[in-house]
């Protein structure tokens, strides 16, 4: 098994057409028939279920593929760092964040990274919980820096920054700092609130503050970009929960009220593959031992 073959396996999954993956492979099909056909051998299961008509994965083989996505991109990344450090450059490291992290703690992240391995390159990337989590564990990804995530075991995490969580609501809205009590007050509001397949844990706190209130959120919007949420919000079609720390640099006529008197906190976190540890060991240990000043 090489990597071409599993290269040649991948692009069959994908165009489950003999033919057609022959064509584009520019090789005849009766040869690509023939090392799919070996593959199978040497690990000894059925990858593909075929017949004159149709052509579909197994079990085995939908685990394979995944399995052979994670080590053709692990492969395609050590030659291209192996050149890297052939030719005396630094490489780069992939970044994913949450609209929270990059309005606080992140940018004084890039620049310490740039000022100590100015040779870095920083490639980045928004992205919600899930897909971070995801990406992490098939090494697409460096690091991620995620609001209040549910870390998968195999991945390591440390708390970066703590923020309180805000509410959001209309310029023209009758509650105000002033007259503001509790949340309680919000109990009849419509609610935008991020998806819960992207993040349930983030989703689970936001609606755990209003539990603790004395109510269930009724949810008309969901949305996982903070800005369209805070659109939302200006439009008049519902109130929002952030992160304090959201609102920073925006200029929205919306209002907003802290809530400095509730337990639930935004909970800034850094996220990362332990394997990627070795290869930029000094970056890392800056990371771990990163403290918000």
């Not at 992207?198 to 269930?216: K, M, Q, R």
Request: charge should be neutral; include cysteine; charged fraction near 25%.
């Amino acid at each position: 098994m090489n990597i071409q073959q599993l290269k040649n396996v991948l692009l069959l999954s994908e165009k489950l057409n003999f033919t057609r993956a022959a064509e584009e492979l520019n090789i005849v099909q009766p040869a690509l028939s023939r090392q799919i056909k070996q593959l199978e051998e040497e690990i000894g299961a059925t990858l593909f279920e075929r017949d004159k008509r149709n052509v579909k994965l197994t079990r085995a083989g939908i685990y394979f593929i995944n399995e052979a996505k994670k080590l053709i991109s692990q492969s395609e990344r050590m030659v291209k760092h192996t050149a890297h450090i052939h030719n005396g450059q630094a490489g780069e490291i992939r970044i994913a964040f949450t609209h929270s992290v990059m309005q606080t703690i992140l940018p004084d992240i890039l620049k310490t990274i740039n000022q100590r391995s100015p040779g870095i390159k920083a490639i980045l990337k928004e992205m919600n919980n899930r897909d971070q989590y995801l990406a992490l564990q098939q090494n697409d990804l460096d690091i991620g820096f995620a609001t209040n995530p549910m870390v998968p075991v195999n991945l390591k995490s440390k708390v970066l920054h703590i923020d309180n969580f805000v509410i959001l609501l209309p310029e023209n809205h009758p509650v105000h700092k002033d007259n503001y009590k509790d949340f309680s007050v919000f109990a009849k509001e419509e609610f935008i609130f991020p998806t819960v397949s992207d993040g349930p844990n983030y989703v689970h706190i936001l609606e755990s503050i209003c539990v603790d209130a004395g109510f269930t959120p009724k949810i008309i919007h969901e949305t996982d970009s903070a800005s369209t949420s805070f659109r939302l919000v200006e439009a008049g079609l519902g109130i929002s929960l952030e992160p304090a720390s959201s609102l920073q640099g925006h200029e929205f006529p919306i209002r907003s009220i802290e809530l400095k008197n509730i337990k639930q906190k935004a909970k800034l976190t850094m996220i990362w593959n332990p394997e990627r540890e070795t290869e930029y060991p000094d970056l890392f240990e800056l990371l771990k031992n990163w403290k918000v000043g």
